[in-house]
T-cell receptor, first 115, second 114 residues
Framework: AQSVTQLGSHVSVSEGALVLLRCNYS??????LFWYVQYPNQGLQLLLK??????LVKGINGFEAEFKKSETSFHLTKPSAHMSDAAEYFC?????????????FGSGTKLNVKP | DAGVTQSPTHLIKTRGQQVTLRCSPK?????VSWYQQALGQGPQFIFQ???????QRGNFPDRFSGHQFPNYSSELNVNALLLGDSALYLC?????????????FGEGSWLTVV
């Protein structure tokens, strides 16, 4: 069974500062890993995903994440926060063997960017 | 190319009523999944349809049912609505074959039960 833990329901950073959003997962098999962003009153937009290959994954809007199997982590980072990054971020996993289309989401982290 | 489209975007229902939500997947996608996102929580998997059959189901009661049509579009039906069914309902589409394919989400349908 898969599960996702996002540490910190709210994260606040200053504009220009490093963004670090944490995601740890539990999975019986090497999972597929995803980060989605949700702006107020909108659906989910894919930021980046890891399936196979290079463990450092680059996504849209300057975000990247690194899959660390030994730590069962997939933390999301961005070197310099912009005001437009304020949103809620969800980490998700799926099982590539049984059903890669079924996602297990974390409870989300709301990112606040201060001017 | 239209992405995943859902309707209606917002609706208000009374306890005990029934509701139907609709989803058109991204062009070329054959698999549709439904998720419930309660306020302040991450999306929870309801069920998934492929080839017009329910293939997997999450931990939701039988009041939640669905359907997939030959054109791959899908409906989510909820009977005997409860206040706790108030949530954003998200539809996701993907290709069944080819692991690692990107999954696309619609904008969602906001359901308020009063």
């Amino acid at each position: 069974a898969q599960s996702v833990t996002q540490l910190g329901s709210h994260v606040s950073v200053s504009e220009g500062a490093l963004v670090l959003l944490r995601c740890n997962y539990s999975s019986s098999v090497p999972p597929y890993l995803f980060w989605y962003v949700q702006y107020p009153n909108q659906g989910l937009q894919l930021l980046l995903k890891y399936t196979t290959g290079a463990t450092l994954v680059k996504g849209i809007n300057g975000f990247e994440a690194e899959f660390k199997k030994s730590e069962t982590s997939f933390h999301l980072t961005k070197p310099s926060a912009h005001m437009s990054d304020a949103a809620e971020y969800f980490c998700a996993v799926s099982d590539p063997v049984y059903n890669f289309n079924k996602f297990y989401f974390g409870s989300g982290t709301k990112l606040n960017v201060k001017p | 190319d239209a992405g995943v489209t859902q309707s209606p975007t917002h609706l208000i229902k009374t306890r005990g009523q029934q509701v139907t939500l609709r989803c058109s997947p991204k062009s070329g996608h054959d698999t549709v999944s439904w998720y419930q996102q309660a306020l302040g929580q991450g999306p929870q998997f309801i069920f998934q349809y492929y080839e017009e059959e329910e293939r997997q189901r999450g931990n939701f009661p039988d009041r939640f049912s669905g359907h997939q049509f030959p054109n791959y579009s899908s409906e989510l039906n909820v009977n005997a609505l409860l206040l706790g069914d108030s949530a954003l309902y998200l539809c996701a589409s993907s290709l069944r074959r080819g692991s690692g394919n990107t999954i696309y989400f619609g904008e969602g349908s906001w359901l308020t039960v009063v």
